[in-house]
């Protein structure tokens, strides 16, 4: 399977600042995909990372909030814009390799204050 | 639509003995499962899958599961609990028949007591 870098693993943050995370990948994938994880609840998908083209948000999320950058096979940043303390919360990224199988980065740990 | 869910917010269980994380499912086509684990302070872990064949799938760690289609569920078991498997348990399932999206149960917090 494949490892994930992703950085930073924890900020702390003011609001109406923003912050990008950051996920590198030791081998070429085609999708990548970012996940939210609130306090004491599941993961939720924001959206998938393809390389050459536009991200694909699901419901409730959109580019300008979260904007996404996928510029080669290995790497893709999300960023949280005009950040408020509604957006604390563990980001994740992860990559499928195979069958549906998911390896995840550990995790950005976000504080708004 | 599909769905997942995990009855139990929380397990409670001493070292040593069994233990049982509950997953029930819904989805219009044939599932594929899946268990994953997060320690404190890390991303989440493969556990081990379902996707065809044997009911039963052994997993890392000693975990195994049994997906059981009549009950459309696919619990986590381990026959001898240690403190170490103290952790927050997702159950996640994707339908193959469309879309491919793999949703997450809201997650079982399991407690080994020494």
């Known amino acids: 399977s494949a490892v994930i870098s992703q950085k930073p693993s924890r900020d702390i943050c003011q609001r109406g600042t923003s912050l990008t995370i950051q996920c590198q990948v030791d081998?070429?994938?085609?999708?990548m995909f970012w996940y939210r994880q609130q306090p004491g609840q599941s993961l939720t998908l924001i959206a998938t990372?393809?390389?050459?083209?536009?991200?694909?948000?699901e419901s409730g999320f959109v580019i300008d909030k979260f904007p996404i950058s996928r510029p080669n096979l290995t790497f893709s940043t999300l960023t949280v814009s005009n950040m408020s303390p509604e957006d604390s919360s563990i980001y994740l990224c992860?990559?499928?390799?195979?069958?549906?199988?998911?390896?995840f980065g550990s995790g950005t740990r976000l504080t708004v204050v | 639509a599909q769905s997942v869910a995990q009855p139990e917010d929380q397990v409670n269980v001493a070292e040593g003995n069994p233990l049982t994380v509950k997953c029930t499912y819904s989805?219009?086509?044939?599932?594929?499962l899946f268990w994953y684990v997060q320690y404190p302070n890390r991303g989440l872990q493969f556990l081990l899958k379902?996707?065809?064949?044997?009911?039963l799938v052994k997993g890392s760690y000693g975990f195994e599961a049994e997906f059981n289609k009549s009950q459309t569920s696919f619990h986590l078991k381990k026959p001898s609990a240690l403190v170490s498997d103290s952790a927050l348990y997702f159950c996640a399932v994707r339908d193959n028949t469309g879309g491919f999206k793999t949703i997450f149960g809201a997650g079982t917090r399991l407690f080994v007591k020494a």
């Open positions: 990372a393809n390389q050459g083209s536009e991200a694909t948000y």
């Open positions: 992860s990559v499928e390799y195979g069958q549906g199988t998911y390896t």
């Open positions: 379902y996707i065809t064949g044997d009911n």
């Open positions: 989805v219009s086509g044939n599932p594929y």
């Open positions: 081998s070429q994938v085609t999708m």
